[in-house]
T-cell receptor
Framework: GEDVEQSLFLSVREGDSSVINCTYT??????LYWYKQEPGAGLQLLTY?????DMKQDQRLTVLLNKKDKHLSLRIADTQTGDSAIYFC?????????????FGTGTRLQVFP | DGGITQSPKYLFRKEGQNVTLSCEQN?????MYWYRQDPGQGLRLIYY???????QKGDIAEGYSVSREKKESFPLTVTSAQKNPTAFYLC??????????????FGEGSRLTVL
C-alpha cells in the first residue's frame, strides 16, 4: 500500500546538522519532495529529487536517496532557529507528477540555542 | 502578488451544520487540491481537480463536497455527515501540463473547530 513514514520529532542544537529521515513504499515514484511548514501556515517546497539521482545539494540542504532501501533523507547543515518547523517528505504517485502526492506524517524539528 | 488565498482562517461550527471553506488562486494553475491535516497524521487528500468542471475523490472524501466552476476557485464544503471535522484544512494548486516537478503551492490554511 501507499505509506510514507517519518519520525515525529527531532531536536538539535543551533549550529549542528539535522538529519530528517523518511521511508516510502512505491519504487515507481518519479519525484520525491521535502516540504517545510512553519507554525500556523501552509507548506512550502524546500527541494525535490528525481528518482534517478542519488544526491542533490542546494546550499545548506542535502537530499540523499537510497532507492534500494526506499529511504530518503534531508540534511540541514548549520541548523538555525529559523529552521524550526515541520518537515514533510512526499512521493508522487501518478503518471503526471501532480496526480497524487503522498505525504509523510511530518517531522517536527526543534532547534535550541 | 500571485498566490493562494484561503478563508476564513479560523471557523467555528456547531454540530450538524454544513460549512464552506473558500480557496482562490491567481496563479493560473490548472490543478487544485484539498488536504486535511491532523496532528501526527500528516496530510491526507480529500479532493482534487485537474480541470474546470471536473474533480476526483481523494483518500478521505466521505462527508465532503467540492465544486470547480471556475479555474481560480475550488471551495470545499464540510457537511454534517463528516464524523470528525475538526482539523486544519489546506488548499493547494499546481500547474499540470508542461512542468516536470509537480510542485504544490499551498494556502495558509483554515482551522475548523466543531463545538
Amino acid at each position: 500500500g501507499e505509506d510514507v513514514e517519518q519520525s515525529l520529532f527531532l531536536s538539535v542544537r543551533e549550529g549542528d546538522s539535522s538529519v530528517i529521515n523518511c521511508t516510502y513504499t512505491d519504487s515507481s515514484s518519479t519525484y520525491l519532495y521535502w516540504y517545510k511548514q512553519e507554525p500556523g501556515a501552509g507548506l512550502q517546497l524546500l527541494t525535490y529529487i528525481f528518482s534517478n539521482m542519488d544526491m542533490k545539494q542546494d546550499q545548506r540542504l542535502t537530499v540523499l536517496l537510497n532507492k534500494k532501501d526506499k529511504h530518503l533523507s534531508l540534511r540541514i547543515a548549520d541548523t538555525q532557529t529559523g529552521d524550526s518547523a515541520i518537515y514533510f517528505c512526499a512521493e508522487s504517485m501518478g503518471i503526471r507528477n501532480t496526480d497524487k502526492l503522498i505525504f509523510g506524517t511530518g517531522t517536527r524539528l526543534q532547534v535550541f540555542p | 502578488d500571485g498566490g493562494i488565498t484561503q478563508s476564513p482562517k479560523y471557523l467555528f461550527r456547531k454540530e450538524g451544520q454544513n460549512v464552506t471553506l473558500s480557496c482562490e488562486q491567481n496563479l493560473n494553475h490548472d490543478a487544485m487540491y484539498w488536504y486535511r491535516q491532523d496532528p501526527g497524521q500528516g496530510l491526507r487528500l480529500i479532493y482534487y481537480s485537474q480541470i474546470v468542471n471536473d474533480f476526483q475523490k481523494g483518500d478521505i472524501a466521505e462527508g465532503y463536497s467540492v465544486s470547480r466552476e471556475k479555474k481560480e476557485s475550488f471551495p470545499l464544503t464540510v457537511t454534517s455527515a463528516q464524523k470528525n471535522p475538526t482539523a486544519f484544512y489546506l488548499c493547494a494548486s499546481s500547474i499540470v501540463a508542461g512542468v516536470e516537478t509537480g510542485e504544490l503551492f499551498f494556502g495558509e490554511g483554515s482551522r475548523l473547530t466543531v463545538l
